[in-house]
DNA sequence: AATGAATGAGTCTTCATTCAT
DNA sequence: AATGAATGAAGACTCATTCAT
């Protein structure tokens, strides 16, 4: 039953198929089979939209980070002008509830992973990791001169992260309160460094 | 011409033969084939010594593991008594020269997303992530009530493994000494909080 | 808006495109997708005009083969009346250029080698070599008996197509001079025989 | 049931597979299953002993040229000394019942044709049509000046191949007396020229 | 103890065809 | 008349595993 105009329909369905089948059998097992019927259509059709399989990865892999960085966009807009709050919306936007489910933590970290041999994945990656960097740095530049700023960016990033992974392979649910407190401490004791 | 005691050679051959290739090559392509030529023997052997490709590679992770181990043991034995002196020779032993070169990261970070989906390899990390926050939480419960030192623990086990993770995913090598003196820092301050 | 009258056009436009693919880029890689893209259609008008993707290939080398037959006919119509004349005319059409240049011969062998596993193109191609043979026989019949034609004709039909193999399967274009001399210089030799 | 040794044994078996798929199937639908299939042997195996498809196609068109070579050097080894014999020896080697017989020369046409755009093949088919054309010439530069030879062999390549081209596109068999016939009075027509 | 020959399931991809619009 | 969305079979290839030697 074609249909004119289902381009972004069908590249939308099968984006969250392979979220889906990258969740539940891991990133080795996600075959364009196993995606296919996830979406419910047929295995060609993957080709036809996204020209082969690593299309529709990276096509994914953009469309996570492009949700990581429309959340954290967000945050910001309707965060105060203090550095503090702006740096807390940061750190709750990287903790915010589609970010930390299970899926989208599995997904991430098979993601990364992959993209270590994968010269497109890695240059997304690598936007996305230079981005949160940039972020936290900017803000912490408004109290602190560039050394400090620096290296505050760099904690914060590197807590934000290892919270993040720590979440993503553990069994249970990340609760994000804790995170968010302990990343909170953190900036408030930086910005009062000097 | 079978020879006596091959055992425990052939194990670890194979074993540094695993860990070359997936550096190299990715988890996904590091086939059998890949590991036994590198290894300078034939593929039926990796069924002899670990029964199939799955028993090498848990092998592998557990060697990885006990490394970590051992030089995280090492490292608290020759540490003062001090907490702070022995916390922080914990985050060396985790940034040290071992740890921290490429190949041994992108290892880590493969096994790691693969060990989401398979039960054996997730039990394995399981252990080694809640030993390096037993061990943080010890050395805080010194000196902090058993609440302070939970989070404490957590921020620091969650700063050593976001630079791991940070580094792991760069392009360049990692420079263990910023993040040994973040986490330093991090640490002092804990400490100083009551 | 439908327009009338577009058979005609459709068909031409699509034969062309076909042999254009075929040419650049071999008959197994001819699809009807590439096909369809350099005749600017869409692929679905294959199967409306031609019934499929085998019809579209069966009337091509039907075309190919209607326009030796035109330059045959062409050639034998403004030749004398001496065999002699008439059989250089027919060696003339056979390496015209619309025959020799290296698009032509490489579709014309794709096709003859197809032809041996699809009958209804094998049968193309037995009228096709069986006129030749006839066109020269009938010729030299006018000079030779009936076995002496026989010989004769199959010599020259042989050096015909030997030439244009050998040159279809060359690197460089095919320089029609040489065949044509040694084409000549064969039939005079056959014709003064008796 | 492996065993050693089997590499000569295998790679034989396929050719021969491969020939007679090509023969039967032609060469569009002499797919590595049908081919596994005459062998007796799974797919698989294929790119274990030739590395892909590709390299058994290699092999089998290095192997029937092979032939042909060897059948020439026979032909010419038990000739006489006199120019003509030794063409004529190198006609009928040519036209040899091996050559001849319909698979053969259905397959020579299927990998020529395939050989027009796959430089590998090409390279192949290109150093066998000049092998020809040198063994002739050469023979009749004993007897003609260069450029004479030059021309006698150009065309006694061209009605060899010519016959050969006609024989692999009838239905019948070739019946080999006749080409025979005419090349060696062609031959000897030639030779007499000066 | 060790080899490597052999298998066959599974992967991605390509492609001619069909059909609702 | 024409499109292009969708299918699904078939293709080549990879790979972990098995097993006779």
Excluded at 139 to 164: N, P, S, T, V
Aim: aromatic share 8%.
């Amino acid at each position: 039953m074609p249909k004119v105009g289902m381009q972004p329909i069908r590249r939308q369905q099968l984006i969250h198929a392979t979220l889906s089948a990258v969740n539940e059998l891991g990133f080795a097992d996600a075959s364009i089979t196993q995606i296919a019927k996830r979406a419910g259509v047929s295995t060609g059709i993957i080709s036809h939209y996204f020209d082969g399989k690593h299309g529709l990865i990276e096509a994914t892999m953009r469309y996570l980070l492009q949700q990581l960085a429309e959340s954290i966009a967000a945050a910001l807009q309707s965060a105060g002008d203090l550095p503090e709050q702006r740096l807390i919306a940061i750190v709750r936007a990287n903790f915010s509830a589609s970010q930390t489910d299970k899926a989208a933590m599995k997904t991430w970290l098979a993601f990364w992973a992959s993209s270590l041999h994968q010269p497109d994945l890695h240059r997304l990656q690598q936007v996305n990791h230079h981005r949160l960097h940039s972020n936290i740095k900017y803000e912490f530049e408004k109290h602190l001169d560039r050394q400090q700023a620096e290296y505050a960016a760099q904690g914060l990033a590197a807590l934000i992260d290892g919270f993040w992974l720590r979440g993503s392979l553990m069994t249970t649910d990340l609760d994000a309160a804790v995170p968010i407190q302990i990343c909170s401490a953190y900036i408030q004791q930086q910005l009062k460094t000097p």
